[in-house]
Nanobody, 116 residues
Framework: QVQLVESGGGLVQAGGSLRLSCAAS????????MSWYRQAPGKRRELVAA???????NYADSVKGRFIISRDNARNTMFLEMNSLKPEDTAVYYC??????????WGQGTQVTVSS
């Protein structure tokens, strides 16, 4: 089993920045891809960014050039640096991990609110 705990959410003005963290614990040796998803009220959960164990990254078009995903394998932690935040970035942000064999895990989510 893998446990994921997010932190770093909060309220920020448009144009500001936030840094989210996701700490992984438990049976983490099989984790391959880690990702950030978000879900705004009334909308479907969507992929924001993903990073593989080798460091390859993928971003949603809506956050390219503004968000940076990174991973510290020694500390079992993933980060999401969010810059130039917009009100439409307001959502609950979830950490997600996928094992090599395909089993997946979710964190409990952290709220990000961007005021205009």
């Amino acid at each position: 089993q893998v446990q994921l705990v997010e932190s770093g959410g909060g309220l920020v003005q448009a144009g500001g920045s936030l840094r989210l963290s996701c700490a992984a614990s438990g049976s983490i040796f099989n984790i391959n891809v880690m990702s950030w998803y978000r879900q705004a009220p009334g909308k479907r959960r969507e992929l924001v960014a993903a990073i593989s164990s080798s460091g390859s990254t993928n971003y949603a078009d809506s956050v390219k050039g503004r968000f940076i995903i990174s991973r510290d394998n020694a500390r079992n932690t993933m980060f999401l640096e969010m810059n130039s935040l917009k009100p439409e970035d307001t959502a609950v942000y979830y950490c997600h991990a996928m094992e090599v064999v395909g089993k997946t895990y979710w964190g409990q989510g952290t709220q990000v609110t961007v005021s205009s």
